[in-house]
Each structure stands twice: as structure tokens, then as C-alpha cells.
């Protein structure tokens, strides 16, 4: 049985609840009280995490962190399509990989400023937001480009890949950190497309796409 | 010169987003002279652009549903139509036939050379014509739009006086640079643009979109059709080109 | 942590606009108590920044809960030895409650708070970039419900809603309503299917709102859910989610969840209205049957000269 240290605002653990819903699998979420009990700092959850973080991946004893890293394990272990991260094909790796390590900088700024916004986290908030749309620009380009080639996705034409995933929640929810997104169209139209995934569930600030 | 948000302007049809990245079942967000705006397309092609607000609540109906035929509002599910921007459902009153009053405020919009236009107030009886209107023996390719932190006036003064020369003094690696820009009227320059590697010339209209009072778009497109086999390396050397025109601009704002 | 030199608060203390205001001659919003904090999310000893109706102050708890709040005077949050001015504070439910003047009354009663087997809950703050008054008015409505809470609070297509009564009473000076039936999928942690909910709103408070739901198990018994909003400034607000519940069965994490996905859900609402202050002139914006208790509420605020985080007509 898989269990999922689990916060209902988190960005991170939605990237495995969606997935996990993708791919259809029977889960079991325990609530980590993030905000406003810190509960990922308490001693249990250390000993669980030493890095305090949510998510956790515990599947019949093997514990990951981090949602990118456990998004490659899901996909490898349980995508019977092979389309989410194909592990035989290097030159996507790399770039889902690429991709990946993109999604935790969008973390780091993107998802710091929603803390910051709506549950008064202590940072430069300035820098995070900066720093964000960098990032966005960067991606907007990317997106743009990849439109003009008929590719839909951040890495791939048809298919999404963990990298879309990776770098779907905090981009979505960025407003809330003070973070718009009206300068860049391209992201606007892949967060469409994401939305109209087949099987897709949203989660708090985000909206499910309708009926 | 006068304040690019000068109250006259919104009499102006702007150009505001290229057509094609306005798809189906899609909402475009916008701005224009500092109003919100909602640009959507129909499931028959026809265009809208609304003001970004629903008159219910005020919600913003960018964060809604294009439903092809109409915008649903996230809040309570208001549904206004195409064109007319009336509201046709509400879901509280489900049999109830909402009053023509119920309805969002719609501007007037046009498609022409691969952009939809966008004018806030009507300007006497004039025709929709876009500004500049250019001759029919033109070919035109749209680019990339390119969004920045910058005034139109701004933009538009460094492009008529130092764009040429720092451009190619600044950035060779660019791979063409422009020459001979000229202002046509407030808010369209015309250039042409010179491959370094072929030397061959193309000219150029390069359109100014105020956001607000901090931010336009720079809409470029090129008197000429693009190959399908350099299409990509065309869009990419221009992308640069005015990705490097933003960065001087916004990096101008800096000194202020 | 040194002890500035307190004197009691006055009028030249605050800023101009606050008193030059026509409002001021009631001084409905700043003689009244306003939340600023929750216990639970507070450490003793510790000074707390915050900004109330446009005006910082800071506040510290003592270990024998005793509450000191003053206006900042000098710069930033270091303690001078100038004089700063104290401000009237009290606890009630568990939160911090402060005055920028003179409260002529106590906080409004929750009875229900007393009961022996209440769970008493602050699911958490949470800041959102919108006027206190839109916060609460989103908080006092249904029709939202299938399109914002979907799976939970509502459903489509059963998003009708169906007459109900909405008053103004004169006495407590409170607004309120009744006989509101929604039907809903997963109306609290403790439903184990749907049902149709009835509330009751009550609104005691320009910034504070109470929904009264029956309580899943025992239904003659109500659940209470409610959100003590902070104005910060007219634009901006820190929305405290108080819960006081009939549940034997679920943690407190889990019922914490419950309320902070659903607020979750209506933040980027609230953040996307436009203006962000609530406008009071019944003719700004439209409304039909359904928003009678939102239209209730803008008569109130307007009769009460409330014109913090409003447009007044």
C-alpha cells in the first residue's frame, strides 16, 4: 500500500495526487498539518523526513521525499504506457530531467511567494517574485516555440511528460504569490491544455476545467 | 508628444493579440490603455473582446469557461453570449430568463493582418479599420509578441533614436539588425530589417499595444512570407532581435 | 524585550484619513473591537507586527495571557523609549482582539463556544489581497457553492437556490438569515453522503460572520463555522477561521483540512474581483433573488456608515 504525507495546499504533494490519480492507483493520504501547526518540523515527521518537507512517498517501506523524485518512481514503476517518463528514450530524459530541476526553481520562487502572500512567511519576497518571472519568461518562450513545432507539451508533441506535472502547480497557483501572468500567453494556453487532461482533478486555487 | 494613455487614444484600434493564439475554447487575457480585458473566440470563429469583469460580482471572467458559445463566470456560473455579451443562465434561477440588463460590456473588435484589434470607444461612425491601414499587396508574417516593462513612449523614442545604432553596435551575435526606423503615427514604427548573413533586406512594421502606463506589448511583423524550411531559425533570430530591444528598454527604467 | 512608555490611545495618534473620515462621528469601525490574531498561532512573550485599518501596531502575549498592543510610533518594530500609545485589547474564542479607540460594547456572544463537548477550532489565517467586506460576502454566499465547492459543498446541476429570508435586526444590530437550503455532496468531515443543508447566517460584526449548519449526526444540534476577518488595509485582509463542532470521530487536523480546502477554493475567487472594495451603491453591480442576504449586508454597512474596505453610494 502506498501512503502520502499529504498537505491539502501543497503544490508539491498535489504533482502525486494527480499522478497517482493518472495512473489510477489506490493510496493512502495522512495528513501532515503544515500550516498553521508546522507539523512537518515535529519530531515524527523528522524521523520520517530529516529534511522536513512534505511530500513522502512510503510504498510497503521504501520512503522517498521530494515530488520530483517520487514522480519519476511512480512513472517508472507503474506507467504501463511508458509515455509519462520514458525511461528508454535518453534524449527526453535529459530533458524531462531538465525540466524537473526547472520545476524545483519554480519552487523556490513561484511557490515562496505564495507563502509569503497568503500564510505571512518570512523572505525576500521581492527576489521570489523576480526570480519567478524569469523563470515564466523563460518558459513562455519555450512554450511558444514548441507551439510552432506542434508540440503541445514541455518536452514532447502529443504526450505530457512529469515535467508537465512538475511545473503545472505553482505556475497555475501563481497569483496568489503576486506572481501574473497576463505577459505570458504561451504559459496560459499550455495551463488549457493541462487542464484538459484526461482524468485530470484540480486542488484548492486551482479550477477544474468544466463541463 | 502626449502620454501614450492620453484619453483620446481609446478612440484608436489597437492591435492586441496575434489571431492564431486566440483557439478555441481558450480565453486571452489582456490589457489596453490600463482596461482588462477578456478576449475570446467562439466555436464558429467569431471574436469577442470583453471587458474583464463580470457584472454580477466583478469576477474576472478570464479565470471562467469558454464554452464555445459563451463565457461561464467561475463565481456563480453566470453564462454570457457571444457578441452580444447578454447573459443567458443563471444557475441560482435556473427557470428564470435573465433581464437584458444582466450583460457584460463588450468593445468593438476586428481581425486583420493575423491580429485581432481592439478599440475601447467608438470614434464617431467610423468603419473598424485598423491604424495604418497597409495595402493589400502586402504578405505579411506575423512574430512573436513581446511583452514589456516598459512605457510605449519609452519604447518608441529609443526605437526612432539610438535602436539602430546600438543594436549593431551592441549586439552582433543578434544576426541582423534594423535601419531606417521611422515613426508612422503614435503607435507603429516602420523599419527595415537587414540579415547579416544574406544581406537581404525586408521591411518591417513594428506595433506599439499599451497594457498600461508600465507595460506594452511589441507586436513586429515583416512584409514578406516565410518559408517553411527557415521559418523556425527567421523566428528565433527576430525573437532575439526584440528580445534585446525589451532588455534595453526595461533595463532604461532602471535608471529612472 | 524593554517596555515603551504607554499613553492611552487617542485622535491625533491615528492617521488623518481615519479621522477626518465622515464615519468618524460614530466611529463604527475603529472604536470597535477588531481580530488581530489567534492564540494558537501566537508565542508568549513574542512581538507580533501587524497592520490594522492601515495603522501598524505591534502586540505581545504574556504568560499569564495578558495582551499589550500599541501603535507603532517610532521606526519599525524596535521598541523606542519615545512614548507609544497603548490600545485597548481583550481575548474572547481564543483570538486577540485590539481597538484603535474606545469600544463602547463587548465582543458578540457565541453561547454555543461554552458547551462542554465543543470542539473549538482556529483552523488557521490567511491573508487574501481583497477588502474584508468582499471576503465576508463571498463567506455569506450559496450560489457559489457548485462552482467553487464542487464535490463537497455543492454539485451541478443542483445549483438552485431557493427563497429565503435575510433581515437587519435593529436590537443586537445584526444582520441575519435563515431557512438558506442548499444541497450538498460532503457538507462537513462528519457526512457520509449528501444531503440538503440548511444554514443560518448571522453577521455580528462589519468583518466577522457566523454560519449555523445541523450538525450531521445529530441533527438538532448546529455546527458553527465562522471567519473573524482583520482589515488591514482597505485592499487587503487576514480572514482567522474559527469552528466550533459537534465531531467525536475526526482530528483536528483533519477538521482544520476541511476548512482550509474550502477556503483555499474561494482565495483566487476573491483575489480576481474587481474592484477589490466592497461597493455599497446596490446600482454598482447586479444582483437577483439569491443575493438578498449580500444585498442585506451593503444596506447594513451603508446604514452603519462602514467605509473601511467599502465604496460608499
Known sequence: MIKLYDYELSGNCYKLRFFLNILNIEYERIPVDFYPGREHKSDWFLQINPLGQLPVLDHDGLVLRDAQAILTYLAAKFDATHKWYPTRDAEILGKINMWLSFADSITASASAARLHDGLFYQLDIEAARENAHKLFRVLDEHLWFAEEQEQAWICTDKHPTIADIACFPYIMLSEEGGISRLAYPAICRWTDRFRQIPNFIAMSGIFEPGS | ?????????????????????????????????????????????????????????????????????????????WRYASQSGQCTFIPAHPTMEPSPRYCVNTFECIEKYGYVWVRLEKDKDEDLEPLLPLTEKLSLTTLR???????????????ISDCELQIKVNSPSLGCSLTEIQQRHSFCLEALSINDQTDKSVTMFIYLHPLTDDATVIHPLVNASISPEIRLDEFRRYNRLFGTIRDVCEAGNALN | ????????????????????????????????????GSLDQIEVGVNYQTVLLDVPITFNVTGSREVRAWINTGCGSQTSSSASVRLKTCVQYRYIWVSLGQPMQNIFEIPEYYEPDRRNIHAATIRVKVSAPRAIENFLDLAHFPFVHPGSLGEEPFTEVKDYDAVILEESNE???????????????????????????????????ILYKANAIDMNRMDIVSIFVQPVSEEECNANMFLAMIDDQNSDTVIRSFQLQIFAQDKPILENQVPKRLPLDLRAEMSVRCDALSTTYRRWLHKRDVRFGTIPQ
Open chain 3, 175 to 209: 444582520v441575519l438569515a435563515q431557512k438558506c437550503c442548499f444541497w450538498q455532496p460532503n457538507a462537513m468531515p462528519t457526512a457520509t453522503e449528501g444531503y440538503e443543508v440548511e444554514y443560518v447566517y448571522r453577521v455580528p460584526h462589519p468583518y466577522c460572520a
Open chain 2, 1 to 77: 508628444m502626449t502620454s501614450a494613455l492620453d484619453k483620446s487614444f481609446r478612440g484608436w484600434l489597437f492591435p492586441v493579440v496575434r489571431s492564431q493564439e486566440v483557439g478555441l475554447r481558450h480565453i486571452h487575457r489582456s490589457q489596453l490603455l490600463n482596461q482588462e480585458l477578456a478576449i475570446w473566440r467562439d466555436d464558429d470563429g467569431q471574436i469577442n473582446a470583453w471587458e474583464n469583469r463580470c457584472p454580477h460580482r466583478g469576477t474576472r471572467l478570464s479565470i471562467g469557461l469558454n464554452t464555445g458559445v459563451e463565457i461561464r463566470c467561475q463565481y456563480h456560473g
Open chain 3, 1 to 36: 524585550m524593554g517596555q515603551p512608555k504607554m499613553v492611552e490611545s487617542s485622535v491625533d495618534q491615528l492617521p488623518s484619513r481615519l479621522v477626518d473620515d465622515p464615519a468618524w462621528s460614530g466611529r463604527t469601525v475603529v472604536d470597535d473591537w477588531q481580530v488581530v
Open chain 2, 145 to 159: 509578441s513581446v511583452y514589456t516593462m516598459a512605457s510605449t513612449t519609452r519604447i518608441r523614442d529609443w526605437l
